[in-house]
């Protein structure tokens, strides 16, 4: 009894890492730009079919076809703040209408040039790790480990690169960062391309997990909202412990109450913790 | 000034004068066309200018962004078909009870909203629509029939000529109220609401009141619209939850004019009659539906019905403005 519900923490942990990482692209978006960008979900779709792209039909291994994924993501981003969400950045109204529109539109290039159904791509690493209860994939403990890798990654780049500094001051405040001498329209273009490469990693570390198809951003997105929200928005520790607790309560819901509703539980703990505090879990009262 | 109040009064007939063309062609196109194909790609079209027009209501006036249009209209659809096939209700019962869980789920998505502001709004109603379309999809599908859908709905009248008479009237009353609704002092207060909550409130405007009813308006008349889809088409499949669908009343209202219940409404009228018309431009509808909102959010934010003024202006500051 015990032993089975401390194995499906533990796999639901290592799911919850990588949500974890899909959500902090947001909050990245959310902290420096103050926008709430609805295509997230798109590029996170992008990140996984990239991998898919680039190691299945082009025979790359996976790492590579990992980290090709992410740069393609990430200079997307670019391309996509530049075009799309510079020109309207301070109408907020406006950019959430744009950038769920724009979602559908990459979604439905990649139906064209993809097609519109399942793909898969098989784990690229077998074997099983036996621990009381249960066991836990070898690839899902390496994904999780990646994950971590990438949000030590991200803390150091926020703390001690130039960028990363620029990147903070801009959040606290544009105004004073713009005054001084800080590129504040590079910073953002830059955050923007991050956080889309971020969703792409998350994507392409779970792709040999879950089912490739076109709309297969939209759950993601809501999650990556539903995390951002419970951790308090822009807050980076609270997004990475809210995702790791998403992953756990999904799998515990989809073992005890039923695998269906499991997709369905995240949601409504969303809408409930809007309704009662909407500054989040680890939010502060405004 | 005087030509100034002369112009408006030519251009207000000239409105009168094309709604008049309209109704007179409207009622007899069953007449002089007598294709069923036609009329249902009509049918169709005056269904989805209620919806659009009532996305607009709240969106467009209040400004309150509901990316989830579709739960209301999908909501209603299911809940007629439900009660009509499995409860054997009468059809005028099913339709009641369908609008009523319309305006219920305006009730339950619009309170919590009351308090929220911007982002927040969007995400929620966003939520509302997909737990809708997973419920409806996956996880309660003993209920709803997943793709199969719900089949055997009844209809009120049978036939595309009867249907098109009925729509049509609903279409019109239903337009007409939120018109008038639109344009009263309640429409004036919602746009004020829109301009600056903080400044209506201090105005001594209860905004949270205006909020809601604009909130009830939207989900009751995205309901009709959906109830009267339901007894139309006599089956009820997940296509009436979908995002896309969602998106769709921002596409209308968007090409149209945001806030003018007019301009959703001919949106509507006019791609639904493109896209349903011809039938090979089906497999892109979400991607040009989508490719017009970004190039009209970008460009046009006032959508066609502010193209007059944008070429008015852009015609130089001489003329009528140069007083």
Known sequence: ?286 | MMAGKLSSITFLNRKLLAVLVYLIAASIIPLAVPSIYILHVLILAHIFVIYAASWDILTGYTGQLNLGHAMFFGLSAYTVAITNTMLNFPLILSVVVGVFSAFLLSLIVGIPCLRLRGPYLAITTFSFSWILFLLASSAMIWLSGGEEGVRGVRTFVVGSVPNYYLSLVLMIVSVLILYRIANSETGLILKAIKEDEDAAMACGINTTKYKLLAFILSGVFGGIAGAFYAQYMRIVTVDVVTLELSASAITFSLIGGIGTVIGPAIGAYILTILFEGFSWLADYRILIYNLIIVAFVLFLPGGLMSLREKIKAERGTGGEEGE
Do not use: C
């Open chain 1, 1 to 286: 009894m015990i032993e089975t519900l401390l194995s499906l923490t533990v796999n639901g942990v290592l799911i919850g890492g990588l949500y974890a990482l899909a959500a902090l692209g947001l909050t990245i978006v959310l902290g420096v730009m103050r926008v709430i960008n609805v295509s997230h979900g798109a590029f996170y779709m992008l990140g996984a079919y990239f991998t898919f792209l680039f190691s299945i039909m082009l025979g790359f291994n996976y790492l590579t076809s990992f980290i090709l994924s992410a740069a393609l993501v990430f200079a997307i981003g670019v391309v996509y703040e530049r075009l799309l969400i510079k020109p309207i950045r301070k109408e907020e109204l406006n950019v959430l209408i744009l950038t769920f529109a724009a979602a559908f539109v990459i979604e439905e290039i990649v139906k064209f040039a993809f097609g519109p159904r399942y793909r898969n791509i098989p784990p690229y690493l077998s074997g099983t790790v036996n621990i009381p209860g249960g066991s836990v994939d070898v690839q899902r403990v390496l994904s999780f480990a990646i994950a971590i890798a990438i949000v030590a990654l991200l803390f150091a780049v926020l703390r001690f690169t130039k960028i990363g500094k620029a990147m903070r001051m801009v959040a606290e405040d544009e105004e004073v960062a713009g005054i001084l001498g800080i590129n504040v329209e590079k910073v953002q273009m830059f955050s923007f391309g991050f956080g889309a490469m971020l969703a792409a990693s998350a994507a392409a570390l779970l792709s040999p997990i879950y089912l490739l198809y076109p709309s297969m951003g939209w759950d993601p997105l809501l999650k990556a909202f539903a995390i951002v929200i419970f951790g308090g928005m822009g807050s980076i520790p609270g997004t990475v412990l809210t995702g790791i607790i998403f992953g756990v309560a999904e799998v515990l819901t989809g073992y005890y109450i039923s695998p269906t509703w499991k997709t369905v539980v995240p949601f409504i703990l969303l809408i409930l913790i809007i309704s009662v505090k909407p500054t989040g879990l680890f939010g502060e009262e405004e």
